[in-house]
């Protein structure tokens, strides 16, 4: 399926949703309370089945945050990024995808560890890389720490 | 039916494991395949290649002269900082100052051998040298000054 | 970590923690296991020993310095990583490599991936208790390793790629000496059959154990030979070629067993068709520079990249957010031993703690490239 | 064959006895003495076999797999092994917080013991037996089986998990592999009627076991090899160890000296079954004779016969590290799997064949 007909489709499971054709795959911005069933149904439709989701992470633009959601069909051969905004910089949450694709357990963790964000009906949130009492999140541009060294 | 897998099996299994055996058994018998280096006795013999890249080396010529303007694009290029050039103001025999290089810091310790610094290098000061065996008892050594003492800047370099 | 009371175990389980420092773990990975006997219930993975925040240091090196930085995620690709950051870094400059770079670039990449696969068949064997071979696949990736340090200057970590092409040109002595390891290669390979493949010891100890289904493959999102074994067509090289991988004739390695056993064969192939790429590129490299022009400071344009590259491992992909400055915004590593790794308490539910090993050695994780 | 040899160590015996006799007239104090003098030449010879066992096994280790092995301490690092010795003797031998101190201190001693007891029975020459019982074999057989207390002991009172799983496998491993051991064992006492080793050697003057006894024997031997090297812990069957799986199994917690039993005991343990194996066998040491070639023969007496029983043993030893230097490991169900489903069916198939063997007199 081309970006053209990706677009008409996602328009139908999502008629609110933008899309930006730069990169070099089509790039669709969605609302966070839309994401789960939405995300749903690109992996469930028959003509879409996003069956792998191939990266997962999160981008601090300072005002707000950005999840991005790379998706590619292993038999359909064709990739969608779905990016879903988070405006609550102060206790940002979000629905957690891992029933539709395992691996997001695993990314979500990192991203929730990285920049806390919390992923709702995640199995078992926790900090993957750092300690349980860590202070802060490294991969937030606000970050600051006594130990980091600027080049 | 039962039994001739059985017996198969077995056969199949002791085939497969005198074989593994045959090969260990070659090598063993075969000591002129050792491929073994022994590295401290053969210092002599051992060469590195030349593009190996074991430290960051200043080449100095018969007149203690070296080709680096101090223009710190090494110091740029470098991702983790273990280059530090620190500058001075020198008086020409025309009477024009001009920056020229006092000292120039490089920190073995925290070089990762990217050779970055050196395909940064507009003048070719600086290369990768051959040394490899860079264990000291103190870190401290690990500081290196790079620039020979009272050396000079090569002539026709700065153009 | 810590766990409410309750959670910890349960009549007539025990936990036992593999690791951070344990022989078959290959660096630092900490396995949480609940057993009952030799029976694995439970696998729950502690990461985190050898984070070093790459991604938060990528954000503060220009683009000409990150690539190093990657050389240190998944060592033993590194070329590979390296690769796909100064692919990702064209693609926004909206350049490519010269030709001849590329076949560069192509050769040490496979040679990279030889002496991986090497590596990985040589800890394969070890983890599973034969030590011998070991020796064997470290004769040949010494070759290997000796070919990169005299065209590249380093062994393991290169960093030999630079946006727009390669550092330097290949050494004159390159050719003769990748042709002189194919015909080693080639000459000893019957030795890997004989003293592991057909061995029956081994056979038995990786035939029928760590399954895991292409669906369970699929959504665990694991990429590389692990998925491969599993039926699914997942090779980047076909899939999205670069660095003219698609003017090469090699076969995608397809197996739909998806034990540990097609996840070992599907390796041993992928040795056969790195060495069949060799074959095809030493005398046909293009002549040529080696570099193409780029400015002297690399700016991106604002925007997102996505480069994905086939490492040994699986798939890397390389996440690039420019905001127009000259470091990247944010830079995600989509690294293949993460995915693989959160697999692994799926395929290994239910198996002997001998198994763990075969099924943590036929998965190959390479530990940094996990936390990075 | 009763002509003394040159290199007979029966008359140094005999000779010691004699002067000891003449010194010591209280015959208490007599058998004490020569007791003390067996244990400590016992001692000093293992040891130093142990030295010997564990330089051939790294060199044939590093031959194997195309490397040099040790070559730095001694001529040719034949002194790399005293060195690392001293090592361990230096060592601290840790005891870990939790553990059982007596049982943990008591289990590497007992591994030892019962290891160098069942080297009493034991053929090394010509009329040169340290205890020549009646019932040899099956005095070695009951022996070698205690190990698995010293091992099972030290995997408990470690208080480590990894050591109790290396324990428990080593337990289930033990006992079922001695089942194989007894029977392939049993094969030759039938045939040569006798349970003593000395008499099981001189059965085979004219001709060693294993030529003598056609295929049945041949796999009888081939069984026990297998057997035995699972009865000692060795690769592939080292389960209990298993370096890349339990970290080292039972011996987890060890360091040090301790450490060092264990490896004594092991060491002790495969020139125990090589032993066995090549007095049962290959005819211990009786020399090599083809029937038909008395001058051939006549140059075999002149090799001694403690040449002939070390050759042997070396060559079982041999085998056995060859074994250890090409395979992989087992996992635990599939090395209880080769016992019971393979060993033991053949080996009881076999023993049936060798009783109508012995009883019709088949063999030569």
């Known amino acids: 399926m081309n970006a053209e007909e990706l677009k008409h489709k996602v328009t139908e499971l999502c008629p609110r949703a933008t899309y930006d054709e730069t990169g070099e795959f089509l790039t669709t911005l969605i609302a966070a309370p839309d994401l789960l069933p939405v995300m749903q149904q690109l992996a469930k439709d028959n003509e879409l089945h996003f069956d792998f989701l191939f990266c997962l992470t999160c981008i601090d633009w300072k005002d707000h945050f950005m999840m991005v959601y790379h998706l590619r069909s292993t038999d359909l051969n064709h990739c969608l990024v779905v990016k879903a905004k988070i405006t609550d910089t102060t206790n940002p949450e979000i629905e957690s995808v891992n029933d539709i694709w395992r691996t997001a357990e695993f990314h979500e963790d990192e991203v929730y560890d990285m920049f806390g964000v919390k992923f709702l009906n995640h199995p078992n949130l926790r900090r993957l890389f750092l300690e349980a009492d860590w202070n802060g999140f490294p991969l937030r541009k606000n970050y600051t720490d006594e130990n980091m060294i600027k080049l | ?159 | 970590m810590l766990l409410a009371p309750d959670h910890i175990t349960e009549e007539g389980e025990f936990i036992i923690n593999m690791g951070p420092q344990h022989p078959a773990t290959h660096g630092v990975l900490h396995l949480k296991i609940w057993l009952d006997g030799e029976t694995i219930k439970k696998i729950e993975p502690q990461l985190g020993y050898i984070h070093r925040s790459i991604e938060k240091m990528c954000e503060s090196l220009s683009y000409r310095q990150f690539i190093y930085v990657t050389s240190r995620m998944d060592y033993l690709s590194a070329h590979m990583n390296n690769q796909a950051c100064a692919l990702a870094v064209e693609k926004g400059l909206q350049i490519e490599a010269t030709p001849r770079a590329q076949a560069i670039r192509v050769l040490l990449g496979e040679l990279t991936r030889l002496s991986s696969h090497l590596l990985w068949w040589a800890s394969t064997g070890l983890d599973l208790g034969g030590i011998t071979p070991f020796f064997y696949a470290f004769r040949e990736r010494e070759t290997i390793n000796t070919i990169l340090e005299e065209t590249c200057g380093t062994r393991l970590t290169q960093n030999f790629i630079v946006p727009g092409g390669v550092m330097y040109d290949i050494h004159p002595d390159f050719q003769k000496k990748v042709k002189d390891l194919i015909k080693q290669f080639r000459a000893n390979y019957h030795e890997y059959d004989e003293i592991l493949t057909g061995n029956v010891i081994f056979q038995n100890r990786l035939k029928g154990v760590g399954y895991i289904s292409k669906e369970d493959a699929i959504s665990y999102g694991c990429t590389g030979p692990t998925a491969r074994a599993s039926g699914i067509s997942c090779d980047i090289r076909k899939l999205a070629p670069y660095d003219g991988y698609d003017k090469l004739k090699f076969d995608e390695v397809i197996l739909s067993g998806g034990d540990c056993w097609a996840r070992y064969q599907v390796r041993m192939a992928e040795i056969i068709q790195s060495l069949n790429i060799l074959e095809q590129l030493i005398d046909n490299i293009p002549e040529g520079d080696f570099l193409a022009k780029t400015k002297n400071v690399v700016k991106l344009n604002k925007g997102d990249i996505y480069q994905r590259v086939e490492t040994a491992r699986g798939e890397l992909g390389v996440y690039i957010v420019s905001d127009g400055a000259a470091t990247p915004y944010r830079c995600k590593f989509r690294s293949p031993n993460f995915s693989n790794l959160s697999a692994i308490p799926h395929i290994a539910k239910g198996a002997k703690i001998g198994d763990l090993m075969a099924i943590m050695a036929t998965v190959d994780l390479v530990i940094p490239d996990i936390d990075r | 064959m009763n002509t003394p040899t040159p290199y007979s160590f029966a008359s140094l015996a005999t000779g010691i006895h004699a002067w000891l006799r003449q010194a010591i007239s209280n015959d208490t104090l007599l058998q004490v003495t020569e007791m003390v003098i067996t244990g400590v030449c016992l001692l000093v010879f293992l040891v130093l076999l142990c030295f010997f066992l564990g330089y051939m096994e790294r060199k044939v280790a590093a031959f194997m797999e195309i490397r040099l092995g040790p070559n730095r301490v001694g001529p040719k690092g034949s002194l790399q092994i005293v060195a690392d010795t001293l090592k361990l003797l230096f060592k601290e031998g840790l005891t870990p917080n939790g553990a059982d101190k007596f049982l943990f201190n008591l289990a590497p001693g007992i591994m030892v013991v019962t290891s160098m007891m069942a080297v009493a029975p034991i053929a090394f020459a010509k009329n040169f037996q340290i205890w020549d019982i009646n019932i040899g074999v099956l005095y070695v057989s009951a022996i070698s089986s205690m190990a698995v207390i010293g091992i099972l002991m030290a995997g408990w009172s470690s208080n480590n998990k990894y050591s109790l799983i290396g324990a428990m496998r080593s337990g289930a491993q033990i006992v079922s592999y001695e089942l194989s051991i007894g029977l392939s064992l049993i094969t030759i006492v039938i045939l040569s009627g006798s349970l003593q080793l000395s008499e099981i050697v001189e059965s085979q003057a004219n001709g060693w076991w294993i030529f003598k006894g056609h295929i049945p024997v041949i796999i009888a031997f081939v069984i026990f090899i297998i057997a035995s090297t699972a009865e000692i812990n060795r690769a592939p069957f080292d389960l209990t160890e298993a370096e890349q799986e339990l970290t080292g199994g039972f011996h987890t917690e060890y360091a040090g000296m301790k450490f060092a039993m264990f490896l004594l005991s092991e060491y002790i343990n495969l020139f125990i079954v090589s032993a066995i194996a090549a007095t049962i066998f290959l005819g211990g040491w009786m020399p090599f004779h083809i029937g038909s070639l008395p001058a051939f023969n006549h140059v075999m007496d002149y090799i001694p016969s403690f040449m002939w029983f070390f050759g042997k043993t070396f060559f079982i030893v041999f085998i056995i590290m060859w074994f250890r230097w090409t395979f992989p490991r087992l996992r635990i169900d599939q090395l209880l799997n080769l016992e019971w489903k393979y060993l033991l069916p053949i080996s009881m198939v076999n023993i049936l064949i060798v009783t109508a063997m012995a009883i019709f007199g088949w063999h030569f």
């Open chain 2, 1 to 159: 039916m039962f039994l001739k897998n059985y017996i198969g099996d077995i056969f199949s299994s002791i085939k497969s494991l005198l074989t593994g055996m045959k090969l260990t058994g070659y090598y063993f018998t075969h000591l002129k395949e050792i491929v073994t280096e022994e590295y401290p006795d053969n210092r002599g013999t051992l060469k590195m290649a030349e593009r190996f890249r074991g430290e960051v080396i200043m080449p100095h010529n018969e007149n203690n002269e070296h080709r680096c303007t101090g223009c710190q694009a090494c110091e740029l290029a470098c991702p983790n900082a273990s280059i530090k050039i620190v500058t001075k103001q020198e008086t020409q025999p025309d009477g024009k100052k001009k920056k020229r290089i006092d000292t120039f810091v490089y920190r073995l310790d925290m070089c990762t051998f990217c050779n970055l610094c050196v395909n940064a290098c507009p003048s070719e000061a600086i290369v990768m040298g051959q040394k490899f065996e860079h264990s000291v008892y103190d870190k401290k050594q690990l500081k290196k000054i790079l620039n020979f003492p009272n050396s000079k800047l090569m002539e026709g370099v700065e153009e």
